[in-house]
Each structure stands twice: as structure tokens, then as C-alpha cells.
């Protein structure tokens, strides 16, 4: 109970209506339940094209980090070469940058490549700061599958690449779906490089759109934990989603 007593007074603040935020004291509960504030939050802001933007740019961002992290982790995991430890130290290296250290590098780059105002830059900034994190799980779960596994799909008649697909990879879905949800979490939370590299507003994701309901001129309370509640249903629906492979991932490969 104690996580969610955030999540309450959100709440609470989203259904107030204006004037009684406005008023000394404020109340801790509303007289009033405007409910109706989740409904003019869409006309007060262009909230769903923000929030197309950052579903855009969250599952592009995933997809193309975990493209990249299989092939890297599962080589790394399965071959032995010059320069793997080196590898697997400078991937932990870069996990330990934040994107605000570097966000004037990020952006000279963004204008160099002329990617500055653009979904594709949001996209690679993000995939490439959750790819190390991705490459670290994945390698770990594939390092713990015994290789006989594929071994024995070899002597079936399967290749490397099919042996991968059939045997490593549902034995290792815990590791990808925790690769998933973390990168998807960590691109539909970003927000200094969004505000930075995206000049259109159009173009913003829904974390940059949500601080606009407070500013010098206007103080809109209501509509700001609205949306920010708003903006907690799909990170929450992806994991009530993918929580069953979880589970299954779990226990896939069990003997008795």
C-alpha cells in the first residue's frame, strides 16, 4: 500500500476541480469529483498525438536495442575470442553514462547526421543507451543454458541459427522479456533528450508535453497528474501483457 499511496494522491489532485486547487488552505480531498478532467485533458493538449509519439518511439527503440543485444549477447555467451572481456567492460562502461552528461554531444551529432527534429533520433538515443543493459541480461541467460541443448539440435539436423530460435531463446524468455520491459520503460520515460533534440511540438513524446500544463501564465494542475496518469496505462498494460511469458519462460525447459 505504501507504492501506491503516490498513485492515490495523483489521483486525488487529477479529480480536483481548479478552484479548489487555487484556494489556501487547499483540502487533501475535493468537495467535488470532477471526473470530467480526464476528459478535457484530450482538448486542453494534443495528448494523443504526444502519446502516439512516445508508443512510436518506445517500441521502435525496443525492437531495434533487442535486435542488436541477441546476436551480442548470444556470441558473446557462446564464443571465446580476443577481446570478450574487454567487450563486456565497455559495454558495463557505457551503462553508467546518462544521456544528460551527454546531451550537447547527442545533440551536435543529431545536427551533424541533420536528425535533429526527427522520431529517428529519439529512437537511436534510446535504443543505444538501453543497449547495454540489454546485452548484460541476455548474456547472463544464455550463459547459463547448457550447450548440450543445442548440441543435441545439431545432431537433428538443425543449425546454429534454428538451434537459437527453437531451443535458446524460450529457455532465455525471462532475460528478453526483462530486456523488453526495461528498454520500453526507459524510452517512454525519457525527457532530456526529447526536449532537446525535438523543436516541433508535434513531434515531443508525452513526458515533455505533461510539464506544459504548468507555466508562468497558467497553472492547470488537474490536467497535469491527469496525464500523468494517463501516461502510466500502457507501460502498466505491456507488462500485464507480456507477464505470462514471463512466467512461462520460467519454467520452460523443466524437467521432472
Known amino acids: 500500500m505504501v507504492f501506491l499511496a503516490p498513485y492515490v494522491q495523483m489521483l486525488i489532485i487529477a479529480l480536483k476541480p481548479r478552484r479548489e486547487l487555487m484556494q489556501s488552505p487547499p483540502g487533501y ?13 484530450w482538448e486542453a493538449a494534443p495528448i494523443a498525438t504526444h502519446l502516439k509519439v512516445s508508443l512510436v518511439v518506445s517500441a521502435a527503440s525496443t525492437a531495434l536495442a533487442l535486435a542488436a543485444a541477441l546476436p551480442a549477447a548470444y556470441y558473446t555467451a557462446r564464443r571465446r575470442f580476443r577481446g570478450r572481456g574487454a567487450f563486456l567492460l565497455l559495454v558495463l562502461v557505457t551503462q553508467m553514462f546518462a544521456p544528460t552528461a551527454l546531451l ?17 533520433a529519439l529512437i ?12 548484460w541480461i541476455l548474456h547472463a541467460y ?17 543449425g546454429r541459427a534454428t538451434a ?11 532475460g528478453v522479456v526483462t530486456a523488453v520491459i526495461y528498454t520500453f520503460i526507459g524510452a517512454w520515460n525519457e525527457y532530456v533528450v526529447a526536449l532537446t533534440v525535438q523543436a516541433t511540438p508535434e513531434r515531443r513524446p508525452l513526458t515533455v508535453a505533461i ?19 494517463i501516461a502510466i496505462v ?7 501483457v507480456i507477464e505470462r511469458y514471463l512466467v512461462s519462460g520460467l519454467t520452460a525447459g523443466g524437467v521432472k
Not at 164 to 174: K, W
Open 142 to 158: 544464455f550463459s547459463s543454458i547448457p550447450r548440450e541443448l543445442e548440441e543435441a539440435a545439431w545432431l537433428d539436423g538443425c
Open 29 to 41: 480531498l475535493p468537495t467535488t469529483w470532477e471526473w470530467s478532467n480526464f476528459v478535457h485533458v
Open 124 to 135: 537511436l538515443v534510446n535504443a543505444a543507451f538501453n543497449l547495454p543493459f540489454s546485452i
Open 234 to 240: 500502457p507501460v502498466v498494460f505491456l507488462f500485464i
Open 211 to 229: 510539464p506544459s500544463f504548468v507555466t508562468q501564465y497558467q497553472e492547470q494542475w488537474q490536467y497535469l497528474f491527469a496525464t500523468s496518469l
Open 164 to 174: 537459437m530460435v527453437r531451443v535458446t531463446l524460450p529457455l532465455s524468455l525471462p
Open 104 to 120: 550537447i554531444g547527442i545533440y551536435r551529432e543529431m545536427v551533424v547526421v541533420d536528425l535533429t527534429d526527427t522520431y529517428a
